[in-house]
């Protein structure tokens, strides 16, 4: 079994800066795209930021130049750096990976559980 967990979310206020982590572990030969959604109350579930494999990235309008994703594929690791908050950056985030448990399989979208992040002054 594979399994995403992320870390880092909290409470800040608004202008201050969070930095989320995911880790993927489990039977895992490659992970394709790693990425990160948001979803607030009462909205549908929205892209923040995905990275390829081979390291280009991609942002949801909102986010660019605020957040920034990296990934270490050693480690199948994530980190999404998050400056400049505001309250509308409130939500549940998930990362997500796309991955390949044997050489030959198509890759799966494996998700992890959530992490809140609460933008208030």
């Known amino acids: 079994q594979v399994q995403l967990v992320e870390s880092g979310g909290g409470l800040v206020q608004p202008g201050e800066s969070l930095r989320l982590s995911c880790a993927a572990s489990?039977?895992?030969?490659?992970?394709?795209?790693m990425g990160w959604y948001r979803q607030a109350p009462g909205k549908e579930r929205e892209l923040v930021a995905s990275?390829?494999?081979?390291?280009?990235?991609n942002y949801g309008d909102s986010v660019k130049g605020r957040f920034t994703v990296s990934r270490d594929n050693a480690k199948n690791t994530m980190s999404l750096q998050m400056n400049s908050l505001k309250p509308e950056d409130t939500a549940v985030y998930y990362c997500?990976?796309?991955?390949?448990?044997?050489?030959?399989?198509?890759?799966?979208?494996?998700w992890g559980q959530g992490t809140q992040v609460t933008v208030s002054s």
């Open positions: 489990g039977s895992i030969f490659e992970i394709t795209t």
């Open positions: 997500y990976g796309n991955v390949i448990q044997k050489l030959g399989d198509s890759w799966v979208t494996i």
């Open positions: 990275n390829r494999r081979s390291g280009s990235t």
